[in-house]
């Protein structure tokens, strides 16, 4: 439903209104169910909270609650949309149709601002719900001349016939992801690549080239991490899908928080806790009273991966436990140094019912921790809603909301003093890359050289002679326009309330979203600073440092060695000068070009930076992938083919080597998390909060 709402007018509710003609009334629309989910949604928040809250964010939080109650991820779904007030059975016409070929759906897509892999995403939905036959009954008889369509696979062909009759049973309901019809997961994608999709343009996904390769990343490197890589996409797909044709205001948006205070606090309620001496059987009685099943039990348990114990909680397993000396679970070396685990934790591993998810984490290292890291956050979120006390205006479901804090910044600051900054800097960036791509890299390196000079505070915007702009590793930022063209509305919607940093800070993460890497959460509140000067870049990180020099650069500034190397991918978009890396080609060494460049790239690299001419000319960092977000930069390093001396180093280096390779094995999908997580800790670096620094009207110039 939410889907059909977005793609007619855009997601404004109007598929929901009753009435001759309407959307409702539409063919393609006679089959939605949920109506009355959201009119009961629409009657308690209208009794709580009176013209508040929108039917088009009711429906929009409901397909994200949805998705989660059937096994899926969740995401923080934007909120702040008005209802429509037009609704036409005849604009449901360009709606996605279950006969479109795969270049009619990308033309569908495309015309509301969504890519091939937004569309292989979205549609992977159909790993839930059915399909009546009706809709695909034409592939099982008289397709071809020859009888049924040949994509279908032979031994599912009869059953698909027996579901739908030749000539009758048109209603009948039959599972688009068969044998998973409840289940979000990624078995839909396994079904099209064993002929078993069901409608005509699901299959289709498989059969052309463009939406293939979407389709097999979700199959590749163990089901895309067991579904995890779809599940982020899919979330991801959803809030750009959720934000198609919005009708937004001022006014509208509800601040909430998931929880109250309680006023009663009793020692004699503390006796059911969980304790150290419990046994696996009495640990899973006490998490299943809270709602909490066995992996929720060994997931947060797994919090013990930091904090200590006091010895009278576990020094009964080092004597006289049973009576035979020490508890034989400990290893005998470990025994040895006195430092023994707690009892309900080793009996994790030794109970056959939650060894099995221990070992799930340990599985080529849980992929570095990322799936245990997800799990802990949705069991988290799912143990402290236990018997809590409602709000007075509590939307259905709650988000998993990743809270990132500062020094003094906040995610989520200007929702109250200027609700719609973050979409205003978001369109604006959307709308520069669409017209020049190459700006997205330039607009994520100028965040980087502020925040490396004087912190994060938009010094580098500053204009005027011996400013942080005229300096030389400085001349080639670009993107200024697009933060002044932010800024201009801004100052018209909320004046003098979002600060140039503020701007640059979610300029920075939109253009990676707009290049294909993941989005992060930005904590905001920054505030603009009033110095700018020349001298002070010259602790820059350069492109000739070396790994111990970038080291020293990084820790400077609070960042380590992973810290390093992830945020140096950035380098996977954008290009250089030859400038600034030519002395690698020719004389580096008395031998001749620098040993580390692939012989085979050299002759490459020659002819586009020609020896003592072309010092302008500008190379792909990343080479075949400059507009792309992704992890090949790094396997661009381990062949040989970094362009920057002071990138290939990352390499040739054992303390860095680690990171790049953990990068180039599990490709894109912990870069893109982990780089996420890095830029918020760059984006913290010697911050103006509170009273320091302005918020600058102008951001080229100080007020």
């Not at 904090?307 to 009576?323: D, E, H, I, V």
């Not at 500053?462 to 933060?483: C, D, K, M, S």
């Not at 820790?555 to 950035?570: F, I, P, R």
Request: charged share 20%; aromatic share 8%.
């Amino acid at each position: 439903m939410h889907f059909h709402d977005c793609f007619v007018q855009g997601c404004d509710g109007s598929v929901l209104i009753a009435g001759s003609g309407t959307e409702k009334t539409a063919f393609a629309n006679l089959g939605l169910r949920g109506y009355e989910v959201i009119d009961d949604a629409k009657t308690q928040l209208e009794a709580a909270c009176p013209g508040v809250v929108s039917c088009a964010d009711i429906l929009a939080l409901a397909a994200r609650d949805s998705v989660v109650l059937s096994g899926g991820l969740s995401w923080p779904v934007p909120t702040g949309r008005r209802d429509g007030r037009i609704s036409q059975a005849s604009d449901v016409n360009n709606l996605p149709a279950p006969f479109d070929s795969v270049d009619v759906q990308k033309q569908k897509f495309a015309a509301k601002g969504l890519n091939t892999q937004d569309l292989v995403t979205l549609v992977g939905a159909h790993t839930i719900g059915t399909t009546a036959c009706q809709f695909f009954s034409n592939r099982l008889y008289n397709f071809t001349a020859n009888g049924p369509d040949p994509s279908i696979d032979a031994s599912f062909l009869p059953q698909l016939q027996a579901l739908c009759p030749q000539n009758s049973g048109a209603t009948n309901r039959v599972a688009l992801d068969t044998g998973s019809q409840n289940k979000f997961d990624t078995s839909y994608y396994n079904n099209l690549r064993n002929g078993r999709g069901i409608l005509q343009s699901d299959q289709a996904l498989w059969n052309d080239d463009s939406t293939k390769k979407v389709v097999q990343n979700y199959l590749g490197l163990i089901r895309g991490l067991l579904g995890l890589k779809f599940n982020v996409e899919f979330g991801k797909s959803m809030v750009k899908m959720s934000n198609i044709e919005l009708k937004t205001g001022s006014d509208g948006e509800i601040l909430a928080t998931g929880s109250r205070d309680g006023r009663i606090s009793k020692a004699s309620d503390v006796n059911d806790f969980p304790s150290p001496f419990d046994s696996i059987q009495v640990l899973k009685q006490k998490f299943a009273a809270k709602g909490l099943n066995t992996q929720d039990l060994v997931t947060l348990l797994a919090a013990h991966t930091i904090g200590t114990s006091a010895c009278q909680f576990f020094s009964n397993r080092l004597y006289n436990f049973s009576g035979k000396g020490s508890d034989p679970s400990i290893d005998p070396s470990f025994l040895l140094k006195l430092i023994a685990l707690c009892l309900s934790d080793q009996a994790l591993w030794n109970d056959e019912s939650t060894n099995t998810v221990v070992r799930k984490y340990l599985g080529l290292r849980g992929v570095f921790g990322l799936i245990f890291n997800v799990e802990f956050g949705i069991s988290m979120v799912k143990m402290g809603n236990i018997d809590l006390h409602p709000l007075v205006c509590l939307l259905l479901a709650l988000a998993i909301v990743n809270t990132v804090h500062g020094q003094g910044t906040r995610v989520g600051f200007y929702s109250s003093a200027c609700p719609r900054a973050e979409f205003i800097v978001r369109s604006t960036v959307q709308s520069h890359v669409r017209s020049d791509p190459t700006l997205a890299a330039g607009l994520l390196r100028m965040h980087f050289h502020d925040c490396f000079v004087q912190g994060c505070d938009a010094s580098v915007l500053i204009a005027g002679a011996g400013t942080e702009r005229t300096a030389f590793a400085n001349l080639g930022l670009r993107g200024y326009e697009v933060i002044d063209d932010a800024k201009t509305q801004l100052e018209a919607a909320c004046p003098g309330v979002v600060s140039c940093a503020d701007i640059l800070a979610l300029a920075a993460r939109d253009s990676v979203v707009l290049s294909g890497g993941l989005s992060w959460q930005v904590p905001t509140g920054r505030r603009d600073g009033r110095i700018s000067q020349a001298s002070d870049v010259n602790n820059l990180p350069a492109p000739f440092d070396s790994v111990d020099v970038q080291k020293q650069k990084f820790s400077a500034k609070g960042l380590n060695t992973q810290d390093l190397v992830t945020l140096v991918g950035g380098h996977t978009i954008g290009t250089t000068a030859c400038q600034f890396f030519s002395n690698r080609l020719y004389n580096f060494t008395a031998n001749g070009p620098d040993s580390s460049i692939n012989p085979s790239f050299l002759p490459q690299l020659r002819a586009l930076c020609p020896q003592n001419s072309g010092a302008s000319n500008r190379v792909a960092l990343d080479t075949g992938s400059q507009n792309r977000f992704d992890a090949s930069y790094f396997a661009n390093l381990r062949n040989g083919r970094g362009i920057l001396q002071s990138d290939q180093a990352l390499w040739n280096d054992a303390s860095t080597k680690t990171f790049v390779q953990r990068y180039v094995v599990l490709k894109g999908l912990v870069f893109n998390v982990e780089f996420g997580r890095s830029m918020v800790k760059m984006s913290n670096i010697e911050l103006k909060t509170g009273t320091d620094g302005e918020i600058r009207k102008i951001c080229s110039a100080i007020n």
